[in-house]
Nanobody, 120 residues
Framework: QVQLVESGGGLVEPGGSLRLSCAAS????????MGWYRQVPGKERELVAR???????NYADSVKGRFTISRDNAKNTVYLQMNSLKPEDTAVYYC??????????????WGQGTQVTVSS
């Protein structure tokens, strides 16, 4: 059983910073792409940033220059450093990973979500 557990969300003032973490655990053989998505009520979930196992990254235009995604392959963990936060960044942030389990095939997993609120 594979799990993604997120941490690091919370309330921050505009212009502030937060760092999200997402650790994968369980019967993992390898992890391919990892990423962060976000969703606000009434809207579809949208990509924030993704990173490949080799470290290549891509970002939504709305966060380029402000957010940085990284990963620690030894710890099966992906991070999202969020700087210069804006009220429009307020959302539930979800971790996503493409994981190959031991003695199994590749599957997509989601974390439970962590709330990020940017407000004064």
């Amino acid at each position: 059983q594979v799990q993604l557990v997120e941490s690091g969300g919370g309330l921050v003032e505009p212009g502030g910073s937060l760092r999200l973490s997402c650790a994968a655990s369980g019967s993992i053989f390898s992890i391919d792409d990892m990423g962060w998505y976000r969703q606000v009520p009434g809207k579809e979930r949208e990509l924030v940033a993704r990173i490949t196992s080799g470290g290549s990254t891509n970002y939504a235009d709305s966060v380029k220059g402000r957010f940085t995604i990284s990963r620690d392959n030894a710890k099966n963990t992906v991070y999202l450093q969020m700087n210069s936060l804006k009220p429009e960044d307020t959302a539930v942030y979800y971790c996503n990973a493409i994981i190959i389990e031991k003695f199994s095939t590749e599957r997509e997993y989601w974390g439970q979500g962590t709330q990020v609120t940017v407000s004064s």
